[in-house]
């Protein structure tokens, strides 16, 4: 008997329907366009798979160690034109962070779109580049901070840009401003000079006892006694007590009389660094510029004041350490130095000043939550810390401004000091190749380059924290351990238990050039650095002798705030509550 087929396989009866009838526009797409969309589908994979054999090879070259420098190979990209440029935008951190892993072999070239630049690691090779000061410069990082984070105009910033720093110019004439005639170069270099001169030495004890003096009056001002207060944060507690305490012992305090709002017109500017730095417009973050421009206007306006009221330093002991106008010795000879310079705006001065009001607030306060926090977290850690502490400051003379050379010599203070930095603080500093084409042990950096050292993520070496005299211990690189710095004295025995007792141990950063660089390196070394130490030393030993603190839940997990990467030091992600309550007398 004949099959009944006119109903058709089960095929044709429920898959055909589904599919377009021939007459469909799918159908009459030519042949060409359909390769060229599967082309273009697949040109980034194929982009990547190039860039990839291409950076894999060159790597090899260099280990192999050719007779002639290579030019660094490119991170692998999947966007021929733009280049890492997405990679950037999306995920700042998670792509650098790849890249100084790539880097810790050699150098690594990052291109996102019109702009491309190395990116160094390796301790070795940012040693050299640290060593090389004749040959790199960090002008590019001044013109950015000038035009975009500080509103400089760009004739402004093309001085500094244009200028060429002297690297004889080290020193000033005794204690008062060089002789004769500045000319721009002199300025910018004397600026480092000055900084050495007036925030490390003689003169830091008395600036230091000056801002733990601002410090304690601020505290008191609340009237905390022996009861509990509850405050809902402790990086805002913190902000307009230091922040305050720091403007006033470096700038004086008519800045105050100026713009009684200075602290809050700083941090409504300040909050929007990262904003600043990628050029956002006025109309997009109005609150930040008008912050901005009544800082700039207070600073304009305290220069003039200065001019009128401040005399010439002297070498003399008469001459005092602070006066209200400019404060500090260090801005009055800023102040007076200007006075042999060639004819600049009074902008430019007043930029200067506020940089330093930048440089002096924006990195200090986010270390000093996280060096505090750390201590409040551990019980254990805290009163190692207060044992530290009472052995400069007593119960019965609490000033801690007198006793902060002494403290600043104590070796678990020190350490967890220096974890503190080395986890929270996240900075890009930038090189360019000046003078010509260097040798980077094989790689060849081409004349005007830009390099990139990042001092976070460091490498996880844990191999040359061995040859430096430390042991491994339970807790990894990534991890807080305030005795990761301490080392054994001399006919000591070393061990790698986490608390070790400081009487066998030391303070030391032997071995670690490279690896450590919270204040940059070589010839742009942070001359704050000594300064930004003993505020950060002396606030938390001045907090623990004189006061009781308690974060409200210890187990709170909080990680930096990773929106401020690469720019500085890293505040917290969130809020911390905690209580405070005056020390009670013979506290053990």
């Not at 010795?329 to 006075?339: D, S």
């Not at 238990?497 to 066998?504: A, G, I, L, Q, V």
Request: glycine residues 6%.
């Amino acid at each position: 008997m004949r099959q009944d087929t006119s109903k058709g396989t089960s095929t044709e009866r429920y898959i055909l329907p589904l599919l377009p009838s021939y007459s469909h526009p799918l159908y009459n797409v030519p042949y060409g366009y359909t390769v060229l969309a599967c082309i273009i589908l697949l040109f980034p994979v194929i982009v990547h798979a190039i860039t990839t054999w291409r950076f894999h090879r060159v790597s090899s070259l260099s280990s192999a160690g050719s007779e002639l420098p290579i030019h660094p190979p490119a991170v692998p990209y999947w966007d021929v034109l733009l280049g890492h440029f997405f990679d950037l935008a999306w995920d700042t951190k998670g792509f650098l962070s790849k890249a100084v892993k790539l880097a810790a072999r050699g150098p690594v070239e990052i291109k996102a779109a019109v702009i491309d630049f190395t990116v160094v690691s390796n301790p070795a090779h940012v040693q050299k580049i640290f060593r090389a000061c004749g040959q790199f410069s960090n002008k590019h990082m001044a013109v950015v901070a000038l035009q975009n984070l500080f509103g400089a105009s760009k004739d402004v910033a093309a001085l500094f840009e244009s200028h060429e720093v002297d690297p004889a110019i080290t020193s000033t004439n005794n204690d008062g401003p060089p002789e004769g005639e500045g000319y721009l170069k002199d300025h910018v270099s004397g600026f480092g000079s000055y900084a050495r001169t007036y925030l490390s030495g003689p003169h830091l004890q008395a600036l230091s006892e000056r801002y733990l003096t601002n410090l304690e009056r601020n505290v008191q001002s609340l009237d905390i006694h022996d009861e509990w207060i509850e405050f809902p944060d402790l990086y805002t507690f913190l902000q307009g007590l230091v922040s305050s305490a720091t403007i006033e012992a470096l700038m004086g305090s008519k800045v105050f009389e100026i713009n009684p709002n200075i602290v809050e017109d700083f941090w409504t500017y300040e909050r929007a660094t990262p904003q600043f730095i990628r050029c956002f417009p006025r109309w997009l973050i109005p609150t930040p510029y008008k912050a901005r421009d009544r800082i700039f206007d207070t600073m304009k306006k305290l220069e003039e004041l200065a001019s009128q009221n401040v005399p010439r330093l002297s070498s003399g002991p008469e001459d005092p350490e602070w006066e209200p106008y400019l404060g500090s010795k260090f801005l009055r000879a800023r102040h007076e130095y200007g006075q042999f310079l060639r004819p600049l705006p009074d902008d430019t001065k007043a930029w200067e000043k506020m940089g330093i009001m930048f440089a002096a607030n924006a990195n200090l306060l986010p270390s000093i939550f996280w060096y505090i926090f750390e201590a409040l977290k551990d019980t254990d850690l805290r009163q190692r810390m207060i044992t530290e502490i009472q052995t400069c400051v007593t119960p019965s003379a609490l000033e801690v401004g007198p006793n902060i050379a002494s403290l600043l010599e104590k070796p678990l203070l020190q350490s967890a000091y220096a974890e503190t930095l080395r986890l929270r603080v996240a900075i890009a500093l930038p090189r360019t190749c000046e003078r010509a084409d260097f040798d980077l042990s094989g790689h060849r950096i081409k004349k005007d380059k830009l390099l990139i050292v990042l001092t976070w993520p460091v490498p996880e070496d844990e191999t040359a924290w061995r040859q430096s005299g430390r042991p491994p211990s339970e807790k990894g690189l990534d991890e807080f351990w305030a005795e990761r710095y301490l080392v054994p004295k001399q006919g000591a025995t070393n061990d790698s238990s986490e608390k070790r007792d400081t009487t066998e141990y030391e303070f030391s950063l032997r071995g670690l050039s490279g690896r450590f660089m919270p204040y940059g390196g070589g010839q742009h070394l942070c001359p704050g650095r000594h300064y930004a130490k003993s505020q950060l030393i002396g606030t938390l030993a001045f907090f623990l002798s004189q006061y009781e603190l308690e974060l409200a839940d210890p187990a709170q997990k909080v990680e930096s705030d990773m929106r401020w990467f690469p720019s500085g030091s890293l505040p917290p992600n969130k809020k911390v509550p905690f209580r405070i309550r005056k020390a009670r007398s013979g506290r053990s």
